[in-house]
């Protein structure tokens, strides 16, 4: 498959696609990959990327997850060139307002003979399968699909309920696929479908491509799980062409692999880490998250798995898509993102980390001008350490709560061992000038490892835990320069105080 099969003989710039999520609450990995892969495919070309609202089910629609699409792919940087709050020359994006030119639609395929009213009940149709031999197709059996015009006007003047289903023709519905190659179904595994419901709504069969055809769409690019419905909606496509009501063309379709969670079964949405909303609340950088996403299917090169949406957008070619299925792997994701942070500069991370600084509790909203300066100098100590931004919040909180608030783990709060180390800490940090982390990295090794004769280990653990309450913080003597003295040697003698208590109590 060449350029030019790609494109389909259109120019570049002309290239349109469209995400069309559903507004049913948090959006799932997967069809974020989807909105990755078609975002950057109009963007390599120069062409439009339409967003779309499939919001025809109103049973599972929720009024908030309108919100929670367009937050989402804005958080993400995916911005749409047309579509909600955007307009563009082939609105309204919402589906729930084009039900008129549904409407007006389906008379014409009926009238054309592409569509037809089907009478059947569920309870008929599932007995007429059940008498089927063995082995023979299953789905609708086309009972209804050459009914005598006086029988359809009888059951409709008597009020019959019916749907309305898509004439499908005898030849093997054949396409080429960007990245399987040619795909061919048989007639016999595509019966007749319905395009509306009995009480009168369309259904996706029908809207997905009229909106295509309509919005004159030149590619879809979706996961590989709709891909049976793919025959359907060709021959909604013909129908509308043959009606004039398209451009002639049909859209050139790509499919992209299915992505995998535990267990080798597919990502669902009740899998942890199927969410978009879990990795914006863990702290994951857009950036990062995409880049981890574009390898479920692609690389940018043999050797290089992190890169940016801008280098991604250059090297972009569907035809490199691989149509295996992308097992999707937590801690690769995680370390894609690490990448991503340490590569951003420190205001940046700065920046992105105030909100979860903020609903910690740890600095007002906006921080105060000592709590931005804080954090500010703290960033560097972590940004080498930290997987996600929500990371920071835990290691630098000792920065941020008074001493009568700091909570020493337990598990690392200082023995009795550690009381001599304790007060020599003490007296070099009261001495130390200036109160920098040279100065006092000098002054704790002289006086804990060349007076008292002890290994770094013992020597400093007994300091991190008193300053920071933790087993593993950043580097300590940054830490003692950024909490000051006065607040160091308050954490130090607790910590003292608390082994006397214990000796008097008998714990030590």
């Known amino acids: 498959m060449n350029e030019e099969d790609v494109l389909g003989g259109i120019a570049p710039e002309q290239v349109r696609v469209r995400f069309p999520p559903s507004p049913t609450g948090n959006l799932h990995v997967g069809n974020v990959r989807s909105a990755l892969f078609n975002w950057v495919f109009a963007r ?54 084009r039900l008129d030119t549904y409407a007006e639609i389906v008379p014409k395929l009926l009238d054309a003979g592409h569509a037809y009213r089907c009478f059947c009940t569920r309870e008929e149709i599932e007995a007429r399968e059940a008498a089927r031999p063995q082995g023979a197709p299953s789905g609708y059996d086309g009972f209804c699909r050459d009914l005598p015009a006086e029988t359809v006007a009888e059951k409709q ?49 029908l809207v997905n491509p009229v909106d295509d055809s309509l919005m004159k769409i030149t590619h879809v690019l979706r996961g590989e799980d709709l891909l049976p419905s793919t025959p359907r909606q060709i021959v909604v496509y013909r129908a509308l062409n043959a009606l004039g009501m398209g451009d002639g063309s049909i859209p050139i379709f790509g499919h992209l692999p299915t992505v995998l969670g535990e ?5 669902s949405k009740r899998d942890k880490g199927s969410g ?10 857009p950036q990062g998250l995409l880049n981890y996403l574009a390898l479920l299917g692609w690389a940018i090169a043999d050797d290089r798995d992190v890169f940016t949406l801008d280098e991604m957008v250059d090297a972009f070619d569907i035809r490199r898509v691989n149509a295996n299925p992308a097992r999707f792997d937590p801690k690769k994701c995680e370390a894609i993102n690490a990448s991503h942070i340490r590569s951003i500069s420190a205001d940046e991370l700065t920046e992105r980390l105030v909100p979860f600084f ?94 008292l004769g002890l290994k770094p280990k013992f020597a400093f653990s007994p300091v991190r835990a008193a300053v920071t309450g ?35 109590r008998g714990d030590a």
């Open 44 to 97: 390599h070309y120069g062409g439009t990327f339409v967003l779309r609202i499939e919001d025809t089910d109103a049973a599972r629609n929720l009024d908030a997850a309108y919100d929670v699409v367009y937050d989402s792919l804005n958080w993400l940087g995916l911005t749409w060139d047309e579509g909600p709050g955007v307009g563009g020359p082939y609105g309204p994006y919402l589906q729930t307002e």
């Open 157 to 205: 003047a008597a009020g019959t309920p019916f749907v309305v289903r898509m004439r499908v023709g005898e030849d093997p519905i054949t396409f080429a696929d960007l990245v399987r190659g040619e795909v061919t179904f048989e007639p016999a595994h595509v019966p007749d479908f319905v395009i509306v419901r009995s009480n009168g709504e369309p259904l996706y069969t």
């Open 263 to 267: 267990g080798n079964r597919r990502l």
């Open 276 to 285: 978009l909303a879990e990795y914006m609340e863990r702290g994951y950088l």
């Open 358 to 451: 903020v609903a910690a509790g740890l600095v007002s909203d906006p921080p105060l001008p000592d709590e931005a300066a804080k954090l500010a100098a703290a960033t560097p100590l972590v940004q080498e350490r930290i997987q996600t931004l929500s990371e920071a919040v835990d290691m630098l909180a000792f920065l941020f709560v008074t001493d009568e608030k700091l909570t020493v783990d337990p598990a690392v709060a200082p023995g009795a061992d550690a009381a001599p180390v304790l007060s020599a800490a003490a007296d070099a940090l009261a001495q130390v000038e200036p109160f920098a982390h040279t100065e006092i990295e000098a002054a704790l090794r002289q006086a804990l490892i060349a007076d």
């Open 470 to 504: 933790k087993r593993i913080s950043p580097p300590l003597f940054e830490s003692l320069e950024l909490l000051g003295r006065t607040s160091a040697l308050a954490r130090i003698a607790a910590a003292a105080a608390s082994i006397d208590g214990a000796a008097v």
